[in-house]
């Protein structure tokens, strides 16, 4: 396995229009995060699914904002009428569950969002 | 809520110099604490973690202890190298079950030859 991938890497669009993104994680992981990540700062936590159920959504995610993971398998990220503000690097990570108090989030590349 | 502070940055170092990089927390209960790393053009890496005070997390060469009296946890490193140039993210994982991240600014360290 290598690792947690994500596509694509960068989207340019337009102010208005639909993106989705893409994250599939190391396999046998059933945990699943998205985070943002603006210049400067540090990731901001937005989801979290284990297996095909979205446990909690932060207040980050505006109604515009939506992710699934229908297989429990890949997630999508989707944001509709995309705005300025939107700009910024969606990172994607997974992890096992159980046993260990703490089960390491394995990070993937990114998506670079620009909106125009 | 859950809250993480790094020292302002960036820091500049030459080589084989000693770092620190000061972090603080505020959160409820008994977090575990992180520092990731990210090297230019990679995606985040877990450098170290302690999931409890006192202990010592340690990797590369950086060591970083969890002190809860002072809801701290510097890392440090006696000799930096070239290579260690990245940006550094102070994070913990605290109050809920699924482990969910929360991170400090980042701290960006270039050192020179």
């Known amino acids: 396995d290598t690792g947690v991938s994500q596509d694509p890497r960068h989207k340019i669009t337009k102010r208005g229009q639909n993106v989705t993104f893409r994250c599939d994680p190391i396999?046998?992981?059933?945990?699943l995060y998205w985070y943002r990540q603006t210049l400067g700062q540090g990731p901001e936590f937005l989801t979290y699914?284990?297996?095909?159920?979205?446990?909690?959504k932060s207040r980050l995610l505006s109604d515009r904002f939506s992710a699934e993971r229908p297989k429990g398998s890949f997630s999508t990220l989707e944001i509709q009428r995309t705005e300025q503000g939107d700009s910024a690097m969606y990172l994607c990570?997974?992890?096992?569950?159980?046993?260990?108090?703490?089960?390491?989030?394995?990070f993937g590349p990114g998506t670079r969002l620009t909106v125009l | 809520g859950d809250s993480v502070t790094q020292m302002e940055g960036p820091v500049t170092l030459s080589e084989e110099a000693f770092l620190t990089i000061n972090c603080t927390y505020t959160?409820?209960?008994?977090?575990?604490l992180f520092w990731y790393v990210q090297y230019p053009g990679e995606g985040l890496q877990l450098l170290l973690k302690?999931?409890?005070?006192?202990d010592k997390g340690s990797n590369k060469g950086f060591e970083a202890t969890y002190r809860k009296e002072t809801t701290s946890f510097h890392l440090e490193k006696g000799s930096v190298q070239v290579s260690d140039s990245a940006v550094y993210f102070c994070?913990?994982?605290?109050?809920?079950?699924?482990?969910?991240?929360?991170f400090g600014q980042g701290t960006i360290l270039t050192v020179h030859p």
């Open positions: 396999s046998e992981h059933n945990r």
């Open positions: 994070a913990l994982a605290g109050g809920t079950s699924y482990g969910k991240l929360t």
């Open positions: 990570a997974s992890s096992l569950s159980g046993g260990a108090s703490y089960n390491e989030q394995f």
């Open positions: 699914f284990q297996n095909e159920a979205q446990l909690e």
């Open positions: 959160a409820t209960g008994y977090p575990s």
């Open positions: 302690a999931t409890k005070a006192d």
